[in-house]
Nanobody
């Protein structure tokens, strides 16, 4: 089991950058692939990016490729999401979650979720 806490969200303008943090507690952090999933008002959750336990393999949704970077520091139980060139359509609650079974690209594959952090991008 793993407990996840997100931070780093905020209100920014289009074109700005933000760095999100996902900090885990518990002894099994390195046993999990971790994903960042977002949910905008009135929309379904969508996976933004995911990273393997070792950090060697990564997944990005098409709509963030070239703008967002996922990374992890296993010595500090933290996963990062660097977000550049933010757009108003990136406005959402961003969650980090530990992958259980299934495709990284599907929110249903993630078993343990944090409480989320709000990202708001103004135009």
């Amino acid at each position: 089991q793993v407990h996840l806490v997100e931070s780093g969200g905020g209100l920014v303008q289009a074109g700005d950058s933000l760095r999100l943090f996902c900090t885990a507690s518990g002894p099994f952090f390195t046993a999990y692939d971790i994903g960042w999933i977002r949910q905008a008002p009135g929309k379904d959750r969508e996976v933004v990016a995911a990273i393997s336990r070792s950090g060697n393999n990564k997944y990005y949704a098409e709509f963030v490729k070239g703008r967002f970077t996922i990374s992890r520091d296993n010595s500090n139980n933290t996963v990062f999401l660097e977000m550049n060139m933010l757009k108003p359509e990136d406005t959402a609650v961003y969650y980090c979650a530990a992958q259980g079974q299934g495709s990284w690209a599907q929110p249903i594959a993630y078993g343990y979720w944090g409480q989320g952090t709000q990202v708001t991008v103004s135009s």
